[in-house]
């Protein structure tokens, strides 16, 4: 019997848990209508007020409030966290009822959790519109600040609304840059620049946040502008000091993502503000380079139109129409054909537009009707001499047998023999670091010196 009684004080447990909660499962749909006023009466003040310290303990919100109408005090607080029934119900219950029945009766409307949230930070966080403007019309302190040195617009997340920031800001809220231990509140700013309005950034901006504040992930405010198609917000960015040519953790400038959104009024607007349409990214490719791989022909046209180098070059060596060949986009080689791109030009290794896109039947038709020629010359295994002094960063890529394949490219495409097997050093048989990544046997592959 010893040994059955852990079992039976768990099981016990769990019933517990399951009667304290069972209100929450089947009674969410119409909170104001759902609770049983009748049985709340029935009940003796000792179980009512019982029920609202293990709803407390329980952190269950919906348990919490039936007490509370059932008679328990409002301001009974759990001893270890702090918690009332005003925080709970200001998290998940944002029936107006409610709200003003728990606010008649709380003696402290800014009462401070064990971690120094007030009902208002937590309205803030879960977006209970009912409760941010009950507390605000009663005098809620909106620059309140918890253990972390953290206000009330710092909890500012997904869920809260404009319309929620907005009556902070008007009634006083601040938000510091930085809280007691020196972390930089850039959530509140990326959220406003996302999905809080203009009206709400430009009050950031005056409160003295930057406006190339970066994010954890690698964006800046200008990238969210983009993926968001919101050009006020770009605009006024740029005239608060954002700059326009910021590169992402990819590498990628505005006028990149710019391009890739497919927008003409986009990529205008942001060369209006400033933007480089010879912008290189972290591939060295200008714009018209993604416009031409994503086979958009309109876009492509647009930049030439704006000043794009039709003959651009990227670190392989491909032109735009090569580039375009590559990937098989068929429409955006007839309009660079026909707007005056180099039909003979060839990359780095040599190879022509036939042999860079010649897989695609879609392409050699349209290179036929631009009038190239079906006669494929050999490819030149020398480096072409390229602007910027790209002449001897690139050296010959010589791709015949197995010592110049795995010089240049990786193992994994290399024969089973030519594999990974041992480890090797790198400057060994003269091997730089750089090509001394993949590792095999050296006797096997490279002559000795």
């Known amino acids: 019997m010893a040994r059955t009684f852990p079992y039976i004080k768990l099981l016990d447990s769990f019933s517990y848990f399951l009667l304290i909660n069972f209100n929450f499962l089947f009674s969410r749909r119409s909170f104001s209508k759902s609770f049983n006023l009748q049985n709340c009466a029935r009940m003796h003040v000792g179980d009512v007020q019982a029920e609202m310290v293990s709803a407390l303990r329980l952190s269950s919100p919906y348990c919490a409030v039936e007490a509370f109408l059932g008679g328990a005090d409002v301001n009974t607080r759990d001893p270890s966290t702090g918690i009332a029934v005003i925080h709970l119900a200001a998290q998940r219950i944002d029936d107006p009822e409610i709200v003003q029945q728990i606010l008649e009766q709380t003696v402290d409307i800014n009462l401070k959790t064990c971690d120094g949230l007030t009902p208002l930070m937590i309205a803030t966080k879960s977006g209970s519109r009912n409760w941010v403007f009950a507390l605000l019309e009663r005098g809620a302190e909106v620059n309140a600040q918890d253990v972390n040195g953290r206000r009330v617009l710092s909890k500012v997340g997904p869920d809260t609304g404009r319309s929620i920031v907005e009556a902070l800001l008007e009634h006083g809220a601040r938000v510091d840059f930085v809280d007691k231990f020196g972390k930089t509140q850039a959530p509140v700013f990326h959220a406003a620049v996302k999905t809080l309005g203009v009206k709400v950034v430009t009050e950031l901006l005056r409160q003295g946040f930057s406006a190339n504040l970066r ?22 960015l740029v005239e608060h000091g954002g700059d326009i040519r910021l590169h992402d953790h990819y590498g990628r400038p505005v006028i990149h993502l710019a391009v890739e959104s497919q927008s003409l009024r986009i990529v205008r607007t942001v060369i209006r503000l400033g933007g480089d349409i010879e912008e290189r990214d972290s591939r060295n490719s200008t714009p018209i380079f993604r416009a031409a791989e994503n086979n958009q022909s309109i876009m492509v046209a647009e930049l030439i139109r704006l000043g794009a180098n039709i003959e651009a070059r990227d670190v392989r060596g491909y032109t735009p129409i090569l580039a375009a060949a590559k990937r098989g986009a068929h429409r955006t080689v007839q309009i660079l054909g026909k707007l005056g791109a180099n039909l003979k030009a060839r990359d780095l290794d040599g190879a022509n537009i036939r042999e860079i896109g010649g897989r695609f039947k879609a392409v ?34 010589n791709r015949s047998g197995p010592h110049g394949f795995l010089r240049n490219r990786r193992c994994s495409r290399a024969p089973k023999k030519l594999r990974q097997e041992g480890p090797l050093r790198a400057n060994r048989n003269g091997l730089t670091e750089d090509t001394a990544r993949p590792t ?9 010196k």
């Open 364 to 397: 050699l038709e349209k290179l036929e009707a631009l009038g190239v020629d079906e006669n494929v010359s050999p490819a030149r295994r020398h480096p072409i001499p390229l602007p910027g002094g790209w002449k001897d960063t690139f050296g010959p890529s």
């Open 215 to 236: 994010c954890p992930i690698g964006y800046f405010p200008v990238h969210m502008t983009i993926f968001r198609d919101n050009m006020p917000m770009l605009t006024l």
């Open 440 to 448: 095999h046997r050296t006797s096997e592959i490279l002559p000795n």
